[in-house]
């Protein structure tokens, strides 16, 4: 029983093409987030829905539209794929009020070649 | 605004040894503070958590002591394991938001 699961797992394509990740977590809970993680591991946060609605948006290019059909799923689409897109993006979710922990997805590798 | 500061790594250590990580942290208000750590081709996991002033949060032998008036988060061990060798995140949290430190790489040698 994955918290969070992640598909796909690994995806490699070419500079111009559109890709997209989905998420999704079957904890209930009302808060899910995208990470990027670059190659030093440096993790850093890129947007943060609470109940569908977007809250968090942190000066991402617009090429990145992250999608929440329903509270169970945050679905990141990229258009116009760049070199500097590749990382290990991760998914996460919350409940706010139950102190805050995150679950993290176990990441998609991205590499644009 | 918010921020966290973490040691530079990578650690490396003998098994056996005394591990500690600093974090130092800046945020308004007083917010839960967090060690995640993230093995080899994994996501991150909750390490250890504490949600107010002197608490002390521990796991797996890991521990970590919520000092208001330094503004830290140390993370320690008594003796490591090779098992142990991971990126560790010192994490503040506010309302929706996590701000993470770089994470310290440790690698325990046997």
């Known amino acids: 029983d994955t918290a969070v699961s992640q598909t796909p797992k690994y995806l490699v394509t070419q500079m111009g093409n559109d890709k997209s990740i989905k998420c999704e977590q079957n904890?209930?809970?009302?808060?899910m987030y995208w990470y990027k993680q670059d190659s030093k591991k440096f993790l850093k946060i890129m947007f943060s829905y609470n109940n569908k609605e977007l809250i968090i948006n942190e000066t991402v290019p617009n090429r990145f539209s992250p999608k929440s059909p329903d509270k169970a799923h945050l679905n990141l689409h990229i258009n116009s794929l760049e070199l500097g897109d590749s990382a290990v993006y991760f998914c996460a979710s919350s409940q706010p009020g139950q102190s805050y922990e995150q679950y993290f997805g176990p990441g998609t590798r991205l590499t644009v070649t | 605004g918010d921020s966290v500061t973490q040691m530079e790594g990578p650690v490396t250590l003998s098994e056996e040894a005394f591990l500690t990580i600093n974090c130092t942290y800046t945020a308004t208000g007083y917010p839960s503070l967090f060690w995640y750590v993230q093995y080899p081709g994994e996501g991150l996991q909750l390490l250890l958590k504490?949600?107010?002033?002197?608490d002390k949060g521990s796991n797996k032998g890991f521990e970590a002591t919520y000092r208001k008036e330094t503004t830290s988060f140390h993370l320690e061990k008594g003796s490591v394991q090779v098992s142990d060798s991971a990126v560790y995140f010192c994490?503040?949290?506010?309302?929706?938001?996590?701000?993470f430190g770089t994470g310290t790489r440790l690698k325990v040698l046997a």
């Open positions: 504490a949600t107010k002033a002197d």
């Open positions: 904890l209930g809970h009302d808060t």
């Open positions: 994490a503040p949290s506010g309302t929706y938001k996590y701000i």
